[in-house]
């Protein structure tokens, strides 16, 4: 069981070249999404997903891409990279847990993205 | 104003002391709520979760004042491995994604 897997760990573009930063989970969970973490700010969510052929908006959605065609993957897509797109990517899944039932994420490690 | 606000910090305390966090919000439409903690260059990680009631999970406790709009965080008998960024989280609702994230308040425990 590995959780949530994403790849690569670490990626170098030049200003205006595309990529995509791949997400799988394991755990069959429904809801997955994408946040980017700057310094001093909390995650912001970009994309997220209820299942699979459903995605939706978050706070900071410009600039990316998502789909969703099957429950274990998520890819996040960078059309043409800017420097403002610098940042530490997070994916993530969600699962009902504790007491009340209510959503909990569980995190990939992480994507460092640095836009030259 | 951001809609989760904490202390940065960091907070330098001994090994033993006891040390808390505190963090408000502004959507009083808010359902859930959340303390995760993230170690440097690592992905967040839940630490618990907090009801109105108010949980305890060994060393830590979480408190959730709905009235006042503000979640804490207890610790209690800091160990070094303590150590790390504690994010306090919200869910503007139970089932959804509208999770909101504050900027973490940073920890050190030292010897």
């Known amino acids: 069981n590995a959780g949530v897997t994403q790849t690569p760990k670490f990626q170098v573009l030049k200003t205006g070249q595309s990529m995509t930063l791949q997400c799988a989970q394991d755990?069959?969970?429904?809801?997955m999404s994408w946040y980017r973490q700057d310094p001093g700010m909390g995650l912001r969510l970009i994309h997220y997903?209820?299942?699979?052929?459903?995605?939706d908006q978050g706070e900071v959605p410009n600039g990316y891409n998502v789909s969703r065609s099957t429950t274990e993957d998520f890819p996040l897509r960078l059309l043409s990279a800017a420097p403002s797109q610098t940042s530490v990517y997070f994916c993530?899944?969600?699962?009902?847990?504790?007491?009340?039932?209510?959503?909990?994420?569980?995190f990939g490690a992480g994507s460092r993205l640095t836009v030259l | 104003r951001k809609e989760v606000e904490q202390d940065p910090g960091p907070f330098n305390v001994p090994e033993g002391a006891t040390v808390a966090f505190n963090c408000t919000y502004s959507?009083?439409?808010?359902?859930?709520f959340f303390w995760y903690r993230q170690d440097c260059r690592k992905e967040p990680k839940l630490l618990m979760s907090?009801?109105?009631s108010g949980n305890e999970d060994g060393r830590f406790t979480a408190q959730l004042n709905r009235a006042s709009q503000y979640i804490s965080l207890l610790i209690r008998d800091s160990k070094l491995s303590d150590s790390a960024t504690y994010l306090c989280?919200?869910?503007?609702?139970?089932?959804?994604?509208?999770?909101?994230f504050g900027p973490g308040t940073r920890l050190s425990v030292l010897p």
């Open positions: 993530a899944s969600s699962y009902r847990a504790g007491r009340s039932g209510a959503n909990v994420l569980t």
């Open positions: 755990m069959n969970h429904e809801y």
């Open positions: 997903s209820v299942g699979a052929g459903i995605t």
């Open positions: 959507n009083s439409a808010s359902q859930s």
């Open positions: 907090v009801y109105s």
């Open positions: 989280v919200v869910n503007r609702d139970n089932y959804g994604q509208n999770f909101v």
